[in-house]
């Protein structure tokens, strides 16, 4: 099966129809999401919309959760934090119950683990090789040796090929039996690699591959929606950033 996995749409609705465009020209099979599909941007029930009519495969991410009123939002920053405030009081009541049936871990097929943050915390952010290990060891428990996570907006695989780990910064990426993998796509809706365009992968699991991908949207459509909802105006310049 041929899987798209994306991350971190964050109510980017012109970011999320350009991957699913996208998408029709890469024979997808199944796609799954790592978590918030809400939050910084201005149309959550548009995508948590198109998350449930295109059946995609979807877990909790620490923005859902919050926008669920399942946990508080006095730990993110003010931007954050304000557009978590914004979106509970623009978010249908069924798209709220959707979010709060969400789970934090999933096991696709036996084929992969996907998480948002940490395999055991939807919240830590996995940063570099230290972090990695931990969850490393985590995944061991689960018997899985590749897992999916997102949370940090950027792009970018782990491998531990027996007590070493390092990182993998090309296109494609081959899946090797010995070895584990914690790879991240990056973000659908708020790139953080200084790269603006929509970014997500495909897991190909008969030629056990990996392709990174990146999409172009229109950001300033985006940005005025941010604008005009009142929501900070940091979060629209950002966009245009990849930051």
């Known amino acids: ?40 941007n201005a149309n959550p029930n548009e995508c948590i919309g198109l998350v449930r009519e295109k059946k995609i495969l979807c877990l909790m991410g620490n923005h859902d ?19 978590v405030y914004w979106t509970r009081t623009a978010i249908k009541d069924e798209n ?19 998480v948002h943050g940490w395999v055991n915390d939807t919240d830590r952010y996995i940063l570099g090789a230290k972090d990695a290990l931990s969850n490393f060891a985590m995944m061991e428990e689960t018997k899985t040796n590749l897992c999916f996570f997102g949370h940090t907006h950027v792009p970018v695989a ?33 790139p953080r690699d200084r790269d603006p365009r929509a970014s997500f992968l495909v897991y190909d699991d008969k030629k056990s591959q990996i392709t990174f991908f990146k999409t172009d949207y229109d950001i300033n459509a985006t940005a005025v929606k941010i604008i005009e909802a009142g929501l900070p105006e940091r979060l629209a310049e950002r966009l245009k950033l990849g930051w």
């Open 1 to 40: 099966m041929r899987y798209a996995v994306i991350s971190d749409i964050h109510s980017n609705l012109e970011a999320f129809e350009a991957f699913l465009k996208s998408a029709e020209s890469l024979s997808i099979d199944k796609t799954v999401c790592l978590g918030d599909i809400v939050g910084y």
């Open 158 to 190: 782990y491998v531990k090929n027996g007590e070493t780990v390092a990182m993998w910064a090309e296109e494609t990426l081959p899946i090797e039996k010995g070895k584990s993998y914690l790879v991240n796509p990056g973000s659908i809706g708020q």
């Open 96 to 114: 709220r119950e959707f979010l709060k049936t969400l789970p934090r871990t999933l096991t696709v097929n036996r084929k992969f683990l996907a």
């Open 65 to 83: 959760s919050r926008v669920a009123g399942l946990e508080d939002a006095s730990d993110f920053n003010f931007q954050a934090a304000s557009a």
